[in-house]
């Protein structure tokens, strides 16, 4: 198993999932990401699960566990600019994400190039609507099952 591999075809995938301004695959604070930077896509690398097998000679079966982070600044500047900068709702950029990892409907999974079983969201989808402070960002869970 090459986690560098399937952490990058992962990023791949979801970095054009909408247009963001800013993305990487290291976690970066929204204090630290200025407007004019965002949308912005972070990708998180998680925990691993190694369950026991049922026999010594079966293969393992790994889960890997990642978080794409989404920030998107909804200050009032931005939404009455006359060039066009409108903000991007965070219901946008999640629903962006969500796609990127439909599965396809002949396969009914994804597999990031075949380097991975299965590719999926699972969890709480963590959201901040920035009502309060104006900073709007979500955490969405994904989980790969590696073979």
Known sequence: MNRDAIKSALFDLVKVAANFVTVGERLVMWTNVPPEQQPALYLREGDEDHPA?????????????????????????????TDGSLPVPLGTLIGAVEDALRPPPVIGRVTLGGLVTHCWIEGLVIKDDGALTGQALAKIPIRILVP
């Open 53 to 81: 097998r049922a026999a010594q000679q079966m293969p393992p079966r790994r889960t890997l566990d990642f978080e794409v982070w989404i920030y998107t600044k909804l200050d009032i500047a931005r939404a009455n600019a």
